[in-house]
């Protein structure tokens, strides 16, 4: 009778332990994006529902502030460990950590041994191990079903750079505004960067037509600055929606940059372009 030898799983089969850095290092860095996009959406939204109701002033006071932005990032947190299957037990400890540092800072605040910028920075800070400590302590836990991937889901992971450009410009749609002659320099300064250090930039022609970007937008901005008012707002405006049609073209060819990043520049540019024009007809 032949016996068999079973060989133990090499790295590339073995599976990834639950409880390992790199799956620990992996749950916190998505709770901190998951984080940063709930104060990005929905802090906007605290004044549209303050101000009628008269209460806008309060969301100045730092414990208030502190207060909202605890919510604002438990409630993108939520959504993203609900979206990954996590229990509820783990949500509340987790928003625990959101509020607790704050809850804890509160009562030196009111008795005048902490200012107000203290207050907020240490709340921060003590967010950090406290969200470490939640997460050790679910490490082992697995999701109790795997992750819904729908249609709807699936695209919008696929356009996750489309949606982060969303995220970051919703205060631009509520309260639109002019940008300065000089923002048009970053424009062609980003590929210029990330294309030098991809080594992108050797291709035929490639060094010229960035340079050519670069340019362009410097002379649209030396000329905006020279007309200045509402001329130089339009010249502003017409060069973030030029250059949405240059990160279009090169996320097409896949040219200089990750298509992420050109997908994300293209939504952010166009949204910014828009908003400008917004700020000026609204004027």
Not at 13 to 26: D, F, K, N, Y
Not at 29 to 38: R, S
Not at 47 to 53: H, M, Q, R, S, T
Not at 188 to 210: S, V
Request: charged residues 15%; positive net charge; contains cysteine.
């Amino acid at each position: 009778m032949t016996q068999t030898r079973t060989h133990p799983p090499t790295s590339a089969t073995a599976p990834r332990r639950a409880g390992g850095v790199t799956h620990l290092l992996r749950h916190l860095g998505e709770m901190a994006l998951a984080m940063i996009a709930g104060m990005l959406l929905l802090d906007p939204v605290w004044p549209l529902v303050a101000d009628p109701a008269g209460l806008g002033a309060a969301l100045d006071r730092p414990e208030v502030a502190a207060l909202v932005m605890a919510t604002d990032m438990t409630a993108g947190m939520t959504v993203w460990m609900r979206y990954r299957r996590h229990p509820w037990s783990a949500c509340a400890e987790m928003a625990a950590a959101m509020y607790v540092p704050f809850l804890v800072l509160l009562a030196p605040y009111r008795a005048g041994l902490l200012d107000g910028d203290a207050m907020m920075l240490g709340g921060h800070l003590l967010m950090v191990p406290a969200m470490v400590l939640v997460a050790l302590r679910h490490r082992h836990d697995r999701p109790t079903a795997p992750p819904r991937r729908g249609r709807l889901l699936a695209a919008l992971a696929r356009r996750w750079p489309a949606g982060l450009a969303l995220l970051m410009t919703v205060d631009n749609w509520v309260s639109p505004s002019v940008l300065a002659p000089w923002t048009l320099l970053v424009l062609p300064a980003g590929y210029l960067i990330i294309g030098g250090y991809r080594h992108r930039l050797r291709g035929p022609g490639m060094p010229a037509r960035q340079l050519a970007g670069l340019a362009a937008w410097s002379a649209l901005a030396l000329v905006a600055v020279a007309a200045g008012g509402r001329t130089a707002a339009w010249l502003v405006a017409l060069g973030w929606l030029a250059h949405a049609v240059w990160d279009v073209v090169h996320h097409r060819r896949g040219e200089v940059v990750p298509r992420g990043y050109a997908e994300w520049c293209a939504v952010l540019d166009a949204v910014l372009g828009v908003t400008i024009i917004l700020a000026l007809l609204t004027d």
